[in-house]
């Protein structure tokens, strides 16, 4: 991607202050070469290692690493562990029962705290209530939860009795559900009468008695219903419970079962961006162990920190960074019920300045609409709040922009914090390529290098690795701990979409592009593999686009794709959301001409956007991403036959037709 990429270079650098480097885990350029020369020189040593150290075992491994199988590697293989001893009851052996586990604070502001003494007996009680019912070892539950300290609750006490648990989001509906129920065979439904979200309450239960209306869910004995609200549900008999019931009378102890280090901990959904969502298993001990090490070693967690993850349970950054990683490490951490916008979009820096937040970690779409709310309310910007407590913030689940990175630096970060931009997926388990805070000089807009023992590479599509500056198709060489296991019920498409037959079956494939700069060798990812535009011969990520876009002062948002051109092969078609109002007629022509004139300007001529279309918002999924599968369609003309089942704004895509 060579001219176009370096003309967009970015020359910014933020090195570490001396001070963070002196506090950090991994401290210094030095101690991270050690660790990724440690993993290159003996992989297995390396693994093992780390295992034997960061995860509490009952029955120790003797094989780090089992290929035989492979793709369907195995870590750990013949040692035993439980992922919620790891979490809680190791934290009280430690001293820590009285410790603040979860600040939980409730979309009307009520805070709740939960030591760790309390939420080993909450999880306890909960875990023998699900036995009660019948469920056991290796049976599937389907969680449909807000998110709560019983959202948590509730996956620890699956992982307490070997359970495997599915997260729903709870914006998911009722097709969704049902189809993730009959998939996964799942045998009881946890959930809760309704959720309050913006200052409204939504039902959720109703939701779940509309998926057994379409049939199909016969796997389900029982659904247990959390009482959040009191609102009226209806509960049929014999096979709905309220938790309080089933968990009264429980005792506020359960020995854990003890599983081997391969038994599935959860299965859950990917999002959905391009293409029907795929349902990811994880296992335990590898799992739990890299969410342990990122929690350390990215996060650089410390034993007052306050750590803050503002993702739903309900995606896989909850799940490592909610429920497994912060508790796993005997954290404090916020859950919060809430949205950023309610009561007004202060809220993020309200709850940072009031419970002094130390470690904040949210997505990119979260911050462009924060950027926009601040805009168009002053007194919800940042400034009007003391944001001093914090030291380290992040980012994930989209590429972030560099003008959205140095907003989030100034503004959050008061210019001293260091930000991590983690890339991963729900099938990795944790972060792979991501500054370290006390290692990495960071560049904005790139997420750097790959995490100590991750082979991270670029190849092309025979799977021969490319030079640095030049883009290609990332892949991961080696198996790691954390990785996706399968895809549950399909072990034909995990080999088909993970370990594909272009690189001989040996390398996973993430499904992305990405470039190492010249110099340094850091990775920027360019956007989905589908996702790389050819114009008139020039190769250009999308995302490099999105960016000079994003750039311009006006602009909130942007996406583009690319559409079929007579002429240069591929044109480029980019979707906008204006800070102000969205334009019409001669105004619209007129930022039309502004937009391209700017992106020639930030870029080069070769990559004005030939179409522009203005809208309210993008077609998201429902963590936030944008739905560039649509936009293709769109672009084209084309009439939406795909899977929207994860697409949170249907309406918006009339509004974006040509
Ligand atoms: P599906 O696989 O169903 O299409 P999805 O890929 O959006 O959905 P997730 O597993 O939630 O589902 O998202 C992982 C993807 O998010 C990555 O493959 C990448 O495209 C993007 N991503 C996550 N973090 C980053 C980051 N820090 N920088 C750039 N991209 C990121
Ligand atoms: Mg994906």
């Not at 979860?102 to 999880?123: C, P, R």
């Not at 100034?410 to 944790?430: A, K, L, S, Y």
């Not at 990495?440 to 490319?466: R, Y």
Request: with cysteine.
């Amino acid at each position: 991607m060579s001219d176009v990429e370096t003309a967009t270079h970015e020359h910014r650098v933020f090195p570490p202050s001396e001070a963070v480097v002196k506090a950090a885990a991994v401290s210094g350029v030095a101690a991270y070469e050690a660790l990724c020369k440690e993993a290159e020189t003996d992989y297995e040593g390396y693994w093992g290692r780390l295992a034997r150290e960061h995860v509490s075992w009952k029955q120790p491994f003797t094989q780090t690493l089992d290929e035989s199988g492979a793709p369907f590697f195995k870590w750990f293989a013949d040692g035993k562990l439980n992922v919620s001893y790891n979490c809680l009851d190791r934290n009280l052996e430690a001293g820590l029962g009285d410790k603040v586990a979860i600040i939980f604070e409730a979309d009307d502001g009520k805070v709740t705290k939960v030591t760790y003494k309390q939420l080993l007996a909450l999880v306890s009680k909960f875990a023998n209530g699900l036995k009660s019912i019948g469920i056991k070892k290796g049976d599937r539950v389907l969680i449909y939860l807000p998110m709560s300290v019983e959202g948590v609750a509730a996956m620890q006490a699956c992982a307490r009795i070997g359970a495997t648990h599915s997260v729903v989001f709870g914006g998911f509906s009722a097709k969704s559900v049902q189809e993730r129920i009959q998939d996964a065979g799942a045998v009881a439904v946890i959930t809760a009468d309704e959720q309050c979200r913006g200052g409204k309450n939504i039902p959720l239960k109703p939701i779940i008695d509309e998926a057994f209306a379409m049939g199909g869910c016969e796997s389900i004995k029982n659904v247990v219903v959390y009482q959040r609200t009191g609102g009226n549900i209806p509960m049929t008999a014999g096979r709905d419970l309220w938790l309080h019931e089933l968990i009264k009378d429980q005792s506020e102890t359960c020995e854990p079962e003890w599983v081997d280090a391969e038994h599935p901990l959860f299965l859950l959904y990917t999002s959905g961006s391009t293409g029907k969502p795929k349902g990811v298993q994880h296992s335990s001990g590898g799992y739990l162990l890299h969410a342990i090490l990122t929690m350390k070693w990215t996060f650089d967690i410390k034993p007052d920190d306050v750590f803050w993850c503002t993702a739903d349970i309900g995606w896989v950054t909850g799940h490592t960074y909610i429920t497994y990683g912060p508790l796993a490490c005997g954290a404090t951490e916020i859950v919060f019920e809430g949205v950023p916008t309610y009561p007004d979009a202060g809220r993020f820096w309200k709850m940072i300045e009031s419970h002094k937040v130390s470690i904040f970690y949210t997505a990119p779409t979260a911050i462009r609409s924060l950027i926009k709310a601040a805009d168009v309310n002053p007194a919800a910007h940042p400034k009007n709040y003391s944001l001093t407590s914090l030291r380290l913030l992040g980012s994930v689940g989209e590429p972030i922009n560099p003008a959205a990175w140095q907003w989030y630096y100034d503004n959050i970060g008061g210019g001293r914090c260091p930000i991590v931009d983690t890339f991963w997926q729900t099938e990795t388990g944790g972060h792979m390529i991501t500054p370290l805070p006390g290692v990495t000089t960071l560049v904005p807009g790139s997420c750097t290098l790959p995490f100590p023992g991750i082979q991270a590479a670029i190849v092309d599509e025979t799977g021969n690795d490319v030079p640095w500056g030049q883009g290609g198709i990332l892949v991961v060489k080696k198996p790691w701990p954390s990785m996706i296991r399968t895809i549950w019920g399909d072990p034909e498409r995990f080999k088909k979409s993970y370990y594909p037959q272009d690189f001989q079956g040996k390398y996973y494939l993430a499904g992305d592009g990405a470039i190492r700069d010249k110099d340094n060798g850091y990775f920027t990812i360019t956007g989905r593999i589908d996702d790389v535009l050819n114009v008139s011969g020039h190769r250009m990520g999308t995302m490099e686009i999105e960016s000079a876009l994003v750039a311009n002062p006006l602009v909130a948002e942007a996406a583009v794709v690319g559409r079929p051109d007579e002429l240069t092969g591929e044109a480029i078609c980019a979707f906008v959301v204006l800070k102000g109002e969205r334009p019409t007629g001669d105004a619209a022509k007129k930022m039309i001409k502004e937009l391209q004139d700017w992106v020639g300007k930030e870029i080069g001529p070769i990559a004005k956007p030939k179409d522009i279309r203005f809208g309210e918002n993008l077609p998201k999924t429902r963590s936030g991403k944008i739905m560039r599968r649509l936009l293709r369609a769109l672009a084209k003309g084309e009439e939406i036959t795909q899977d929207v089942s994860t697409l949170e704004n249907p309406a918006i895509l009339e509004q974006l037709k040509g």
